[in-house]
Each structure stands twice: as structure tokens, then as C-alpha cells.
């Protein structure tokens, strides 16, 4: 250690020097590793967990171990106001102390992020400029720099670069100029420039799969874009994009300009180019401008805008087409999602919770036009919906108004459900609550109140106001080895009809109680299959149910539908979902299942089930058209997932008749994903004299099947360059016969470029279907061209991974001198 004040320092033993521009400023002489700082040699038993910092040993002859150091900051040191230590090394050091420094052989020069070696080093202490020559090399935060001839000032990072070459740390860009200025740490322009991203070659003869070559390319590092003057694009050496100036991203960060353009081919649009403007409001909000020229429809007009709050987030979608000329009509849509909290400023309101789902389209035809078009799980019914929620302690209500458009077609004619115009809700609820000297009760009280609204000529029956209220009050006893739950629940409805029902009568009401037990016990004991240990459980179940029978068959249907039968709704008390229907019951419904789980961390390796149900009584409580249940026994239900390694997956569940020996329905899944970038996904799915269909779908290397396995780099990088990759998903119908729903696709990894071609079919009807082919070509950190497939391949192929994901940001020690 030593204090100085602007005073030089030599270190003889190795012909080093350390110089301080900095007055009363400590400094301590010693190595330093790329991301390690040096501490004492530890114990023997210690070194074996340390890494070693190679041919450094310490005074005793022992390795020097590492350890990490939060000192090594990824954000250099310095600001505004700071002075920063100089530390200067070379064969040879000259100068006059306050004036100037020389240093020859092996120079090398340090302060704050940036570091300069060369062959000799010039520095000008008064005017704090560095000229360096011979084999210069600049490495600023891990962005490299390598020429003959370098000026620089080191405060402000102004000054230029004689023909260098240079490559960036965020993507792995790299290129060559005549010359380099540097405007300051964050900005350069390079003239008579290149750009690429493709790793280097062998070989003075090696090119890059792509490279920019522009007149000049500007390079702002804190936006993180580069700008092109006079600039092309040449992939394989064929020019493909030339522009006066053109900007591309040096990193994900986002940015205003103009976005590459999209290509598709599409049976029922024909060929389609847009080219998105993108807008980079605000941090939290954004809006893109896609216009689009379909070669047998025209132009279509679309935007996008979103918005995110502390509070909120939103988003609002819309297409405008003002002349199609397949339909000689405009064409439009819209889509606005919003959610989030509303502060009314009303002190005893507080805040609310707003949620908006609006969509809207111009015709009929438009679902079948532009199949892809909105965010509608439905695309015939187009729900508009709003609801308003408030809650205070343990009571919370809601008011929503839903309607449909429904988007009819003369050939196949959908029933509307019924539009919400308004829904009033409103619950109170408690949990282990203490009641009339009673502990541990769970209660509610839920009310509502619908007025349901249709086109009476679709639906047939009146329109209602309906208002009912569900109050439920059980006594859970838990204990770690079972638990056993009794539940009373009154259900209690009115109606109010715009005109007669069946029986001539304009209102009505219905009063239903019920009673259910539920129970269960878990057994656990310590076991081991395949030379692996588990826990295995046994775990029974009971559920019983007792609802008296209430005539509610001459009430219409507004909302209600029968539940599907599976583990879940096996075990609750109505056999409908919905309001309008009750379903009387006296059943008791029996089902075990039997788990295998990691003694470690509690993961489920295994898991087997089985439920029926035993009928006492018929369900004489129907949907319209619905018929009585009579059989005493239920279906048998049947389910396994077994997941015995992250490699294998495998899920199933059958609906078995026991009185014909027949599965009504039954489904089989299976999962093969032995490592990054292999997957293979298979179904079967069957209900009986309904559907029958196979679905299989996959991401693999092609390369795999000559025995080139290549390299996996990981998650999100690929596996080396030359690869190429099948990727799909077949939907087919045994009963139709035919492929209903289709994605076939390759992809090739060129390493710092991707091609994709992918086809998709979707099925619009009984006779009509949709397909569309997509292509695109990557610059890897550049940009893409053509049409998008990452969406589709994403939504159709569970477990589908980008060739190239960036997840981490480079550490700017990646590059250390």
C-alpha cells in the first residue's frame, strides 16, 4: 500500500508501473483475475472447491485460489464528477512526471471499463489523450477494438481508430471500417464499414454467410441500434436489401422505425406483404402500424397499441379495409383487452377492478375471410364483455354487462346464448369462522341477479330477469392422515318472463336444498421401483350427495349445461354448470388414488386413479331434450400419468362402460423430450360414435438420422451451424378420414442465420380450410425477413424451442483483458 499525490510508480520485478492521477488515492499493486479477485491460499481441503488461477502461485509455492468478487461490477466504475486511477504496464516507461508517459514493448494502459494494449503508448497527461501504434487493441466494457493506429481521449472517449476491426459484446456483432471516430463511450460511427454477426473463419477467403457494407454505420450503444448510410444487405453474397439509410437493433431493446417487412401466401388472400411501423411511445407503451397489400383483396389498414401501468395494462387491436374486392365491401375489425384497478377517489369506494374484453368485426363472412384474425377461442361468437368489481373485507361484488355477435352462416346456423345486460353479484364469505358458539366454519352467501336478453326467434323461449342466492355453510375436520367435510347448501331462484313459458305462466321460483359429505385418508409409505426410492400414498375417497327432487323441467334454459365427466366434477354436488338446473341427487361417488412422489422434493413421479358413482335414485332433473338417468352405476373413470423421468411422459384417462364392456371415451398422451431441441408429442382421443383422432406433433434435428448429432450449446443457442430441423403438427379425423388441422415446417441453423418454410391448414368447415405458407429468413442479432412462423410453430408444438433465444445478457468479463 501506498499514499500519493499525482506520483509514479514502478514495480521492478516484472518492469510494471502503476501510475495515479488521482490525489490522496490508495493503491494496492497485485493479480487480478478475468472475474475473480485474489485472496489468501485457504486450507487443502478448501482448494478443492476453489478454482485456481493458472501459473499464479503464492510466496509458499501454493496455487493462488479464486474466489467471486461483487466487486467486479458489471456497470464500470466512474460518473460525473469521479477521477479515476490510470494504471499503465510495459517493457519500457519514460516520460516526465504531470506532462507525459511512454511505454514500449508490451504497453498496456487501464482506466475505469476501458483497457488499451499496444505496441507503444503515448499518454498526454494534460490534455488526457492516449496515441497508441502498433497492434492496438481496445477493449471498452467487452467491446472490442483492433487496429494500427489509435487517438483517443480517455474522460470524455473521444478520438478515432485507423482501419479496425471491432466486435460488440450484446450480440456478438463484428465488422471492419477505414476508420472509427468515437463521439464517446456509448457512440461511434464507423466509415466505409461492415457488419455481421457470423462467427470468423479460417482463411483470408472466409465471408460471412450475411454482412452489411455501408459507407458509414453509426453505432449508438446505450439505444442499442445502428444506423446504415448507403448500406446493403448481402446474404450469400446477393443483395437483398439497399436503402440511402436503414437502422437495425444491436440488442432486444426497443425502438421506433420501420420494422422488416412480413411475406405470406395464403389460398384465400392470395400473396400478402406488410411492412409495420413500429412506435416506441413510452417505456410502458408501444403502438405498431402494419399496413398490408393482399394481391386479391387490396390493402388492409392495422394497428396496434399498447399500454402497461402499475395498476393496469391494456391492449386495443384493430383492421381497417376499406374496399375488398373479393366481397365488394369494407372490411373491418377491432379487439380491446384491459385490465387492472380504477382509483374512483371516493374515500369509502376506494378502488375497483376494471376488465374489458371488446370485439367487433364488420360482416358475417369475416371469421372464414381472415380465420386468424382476433384473440376469440370462438370465432362465429364474438364476446363483448365488461364487468366492474369492488371488495371490502369479506365482502366483494361485481357488476358485468356480456353480449355476443354472433356471425351466422346460412349453411350452418349457430343459437346464441344469451346476452348479460346487466349481472349484478354479490358475495360474503368466510373461512374458520367462528358461528353461535361453533369454530371453524366455512360460510357464503351468494347473490345474483341477470337479466337475460336474446333474438327470440332463434332462441324460442322468453326473455327473463332472473335473481337467485346460494347460501352454504360446512365444518371441515383436516388432519395430516385424512379429513372429512359435511356441507348444507340452499339454492333459492325467481324468475320474471317477458311473455308466457310452456305452462303459461310469466314467472316462477324454485327452492332446492342439499347436503353433502366428503371424505377422504391418506396412507403413505417408503418404497423403491427401478432402484429409486419413493414415497407412495393410497388415498380413498367418499363423496356423498342428497338433493331432494324439485320439478324445474318446464323452467327455460338460460345458462346452464351438463358438467363433463372426469376427476374433477365427479366429485361435486350439481350435475350441471350454470343456474337454471339442479340436479336432484342421492349418489355416492367412490374413487382411490395411489401416487409415487420424490422423498427429495415431493415431485410426482407417478400418479393412478379410479372413481364411479352409485346412483340410489334416478335424476329425474333434465336439460331441455334430456332424458332421466337411471343407471345405478356411472361410468368407470380411469386416469395415470406416469413421469418417471424428465425424458418420458406419458397421460391417459378412459371412460369405461361397465355394462357393455365398451369405453365411451378415452384419451392417450404421450411426451419424448430427450434433450434441448427434440421433442415428440402423440395423442389418440376418442368418444365413442362422436370422434376419433390422432394428433401428433414435433421439433427434431434432421441431421440425427446420419448419425450427426452435433453439439447442444443449450437452451436458446442451437446446436452449431449446417443443421437443420423438422418441426409440425397432424390432426387427423378417422371418421372424416383427412387431416383437419396441419403445420409442416423446416428450419435450418446456417449458425448466425436461420431459414424457416412452414405450412399450415386449418379447417374453417365441413368443407372449406384455410392454408397459408410461411417462410422466413433470420440474421441472427440483425433482423428477420418474411413471414412469422415462431407464433405458430409456438401454439401448435407443446415443449418447441427458438433456435435462438438470448435469456442472459453477456457479462462484459466475457471479453476481458
Not at 499514499?3 to 518492469?15: E, G, M, Q, T
Not at 356480456?402 to 352462416?409: A, F, G, I, W
Not at 367462528?434 to 347473490?447: C, E, F, H, N
Request: proline content about 6%.
Amino acid at each position: 500500500m501506498h499514499r500519493a499525490s499525482r506520483s509514479l510508480f514502478i514495480h521492478s520485478p516484472v518492469a510494471h508501473a502503476v501510475l495515479s492521477l488521482v490525489s490522496c488515492t490508495v493503491l494496492s499493486l497485485g493479480h487480478a483475475g478475468a472475474a475473480y479477485a485474489q485472496s489468501p491460499a485457504p486450507s487443502q481441503e478448501k482448494a478443492q472447491e476453489q478454482p485456481v488461477l493458472p501459473g499464479v502461485r503464492t510466496s509458499d509455492g501454493s496455487p493462488v485460489q479464486l474466489r467471486s468478487s461483487s466487486m467486479l461490477a458489471e456497470q464500470p466504475p466512474g460518473g460525473p464528477g469521479i477521477e479515476l486511477p490510470t494504471f499503465v504496464y510495459g517493457d519500457r516507461l519514460s516520460g516526465r512526471p504531470d506532462l507525459e508517459i511512454i511505454i514500449d514493448g508490451n504497453a498496456e494502459l487501464r482506466r475505469g471499463g476501458s483497457a488499451i494494449r499496444a505496441s507503444r503508448i503515448e499518454y498526454d497527461q494534460a490534455t488526457d489523450v492516449v496515441n497508441a501504434r502498433g497492434n492496438v487493441r481496445v477493449n471498452s466494457s467487452g467491446n472490442l477494438f483492433n487496429g494500427p493506429e489509435l487517438e483517443l481521449k480517455l474522460d470524455t472517449f473521444e478520438g478515432f481508430f485507423t482501419q479496425p476491426d471491432y466486435k460488440f459484446l450484446q450480440n456478438g456483432g463484428h465488422g471492419a471500417a477505414d476508420r472509427v471516430d468515437f463521439l464517446d463511450d456509448k457512440r461511434l460511427t464507423a466509415h466505409n464499414a461492415t457488419f455481421t454477426t457470423c462467427e470468423r473463419g479460417e482463411g483470408p477467403s472466409w465471408m460471412p454467410a450475411w454482412i452489411v457494407k455501408a459507407t458509414t454505420i453509426k453505432f449508438d450503444k446505450e439505444a442499442d441500434v445502428g444506423e446504415a448510410s448507403g448500406g446493403v444487405l448481402r446474404f450469400m453474397d446477393v443483395p437483398i436489401l439497399a436503402a440511402p439509410t436503414f437502422s437495425f437493433p444491436l440488442s432486444d431493446k426497443r425502438k421506433s422505425g420501420i420494422l422488416p417487412p412480413t411475406i405470406g401466401l395464403d389460398n384465400v388472400s392470395g400473396f400478402a406483404v406488410t411492412t409495420p411501423y413500429y412506435f416506441d411511445i413510452a417505456p410502458n407503451r408501444d403502438a405498431t402500424f402494419s399496413p398490408t397489400l393482399m394481391s386479391k383483396r387490396g390493402v388492409d389498414l392495422a394497428g396496434e397499441f399498447r399500454y402497461l401501468e402499475s395498476a393496469y395494462k391494456g391492449e386495443l387491436r384493430a383492421s381497417l379495409m376499406p374496399n375488398d374486392s373479393l366481397r365488394n365491401s369494407n372490411r373491418w375489425s377491432y379487439n380491446y383487452v384491459h385490465g387492472g384497478g380504477l382509483n374512483t377517489g371516493i374515500p369509502m369506494i376506494g378502488g375497483v377492478g376494471l376488465s374489458l374484453n371488446l370485439n367487433r368485426v364488420s360482416d358475417n363472412n369475416y371469421w372464414r375471410d381472415f380465420p386468424r384474425a382476433g384473440n376469440s377461442l370462438t370465432q362465429r361468437l364474438l364476446a363483448n364483455d365488461a364487468s366492474v368489481t369492488w371488495g371490502r373485507g369479506y365482502f366483494t361484488t361485481s357488476l358485468r354487462t356480456l353480449s355476443y355477435q354472433t356471425l351466422q352462416d346460412v349453411t350452418s346456423t349457430i343459437i346464441p346464448p344469451y346476452d348479460r345486460m346487466p349481472q349484478l353479484v354479490a358475495t360474503y364469505a368466510r373461512v374458520n369462522a367462528p358461528v353461535a358458539g361453533l369454530s371453524g366454519l366455512d360460510y357464503s352467501v351468494t347473490t345474483d341477479y341477470t337479466r337475460f336478453e336474446s333474438d327470440r326467434t332463434l332462441t324460442r323461449q322468453p326473455n327473463a330477469n332472473r335473481t337467485f342466492a346460494l347460501a352454504q355453510v360446512s365444518r371441515p375436520w383436516i388432519q395430516p392422515g385424512g379429513y372429512i367435510t359435511p356441507k348444507l347448501m340452499l339454492n333459492t331462484t325467481t324468475y320474471q318472463f317477458d311473455g308466457p313459458i310452456a305452462n303459461g305462466a310469466s314467472s316462477a321460483s324454485r327452492t332446492v336444498p342439499t347436503f353433502s359429505l366428503d371424505s377422504g385418508l391418506t396412507f403413505e409409505r417408503d418404497t423403491s421401483y427401478f432402484s429409486r426410492a419413493y414415497t407412495q400414498t393410497l388415498e380413498p375417497r367418499a363423496f356423498y350427495v342428497r338433493t331432494p327432487y324439485r320439478e324445474q323441467n318446464h323452467l327455460p334454459n338460460y345458462d346452464s349445461g351438463a358438467n363433463d365427466f372426469n376427476f374433477a366434477t365427479v366429485f361435486t354436488e350439481n350435475a350441471f354448470v350454470g343456474n337454471d338446473r339442479i340436479s336432484d341427487a342421492n349418489l355416492l361417488t367412490l374413487g382411490v388414488t395411489s401416487r409415487l412422489l420424490d422423498p427429495k422434493t415431493g415431485a410426482e413421479a407417478m400418479r393412478l386413479g379410479v372413481a364411479q358413482r352409485l346412483r340410489f335414485v334416478d335424476q329425474r332433473v333434465t336439460l331441455p331434450g334430456g332424458l332421466p338417468v337411471t343407471d345405478r352405476f356411472s361410468d368407470l373413470m380411469l386416469g395415470a400419468s406416469v413421469n418417471l423421468t424428465p425424458v418420458w411422459a406419458l397421460d391417459t384417462t378412459v371412460q369405461y362402460n361397465p355394462k357393455t364392456n365398451i369405453s365411451e371415451r378415452s384419451t392417450i398422451g404421450g411426451r419424448y423430450n430427450p434433450s434441448n431441441y427434440r421433442v415428440i408429442n402423440a395423442a389418440y382421443r376418442r368418444q365413442r360414435n362422436v370422434s376419433e383422432q390422432y394428433d401428433v406433433g414435433w421439433q427434431w434435428p434432421i441431421n440425427d438420422l446420419w448419425g450427426d448429432k452435433g453439439k447442444d450449446l443449450g437452451s436458446g443457442r442451437g446446436q452449431g451451424a449446417g443443421r437443420w430441423y423438422s418441426v409440425g403438427r397432424l390432426n387427423y379425423s378417422v371418421p372424416d378420414k383427412k387431416f383437419v388441422d396441419m403445420v409442416l415446417g423446416f428450419e435450418y441453423d446456417g449458425c448466425c442465420w436461420i431459414g424457416r418454410v412452414v405450412l399450415e391448414r386449418s379447417q374453417q368447415s365441413v368443407s372449406s380450410n384455410s392454408t397459408r405458407l410461411l417462410f422466413q429468413l433470420e440474421f441472427v442479432g440483425f433482423s428477420r425477413i418474411g413471414s412469422n412462423p415462431l407464433k405458430t410453430l409456438k401454439a401448435n408444438i407443446p415443449r418447441y424451442q427458438y433456435l435462438r433465444e438470448q435469456s442472459v445478457t453477456p457479462s462484459r468479463f466475457t471479453n476481458y483483458d
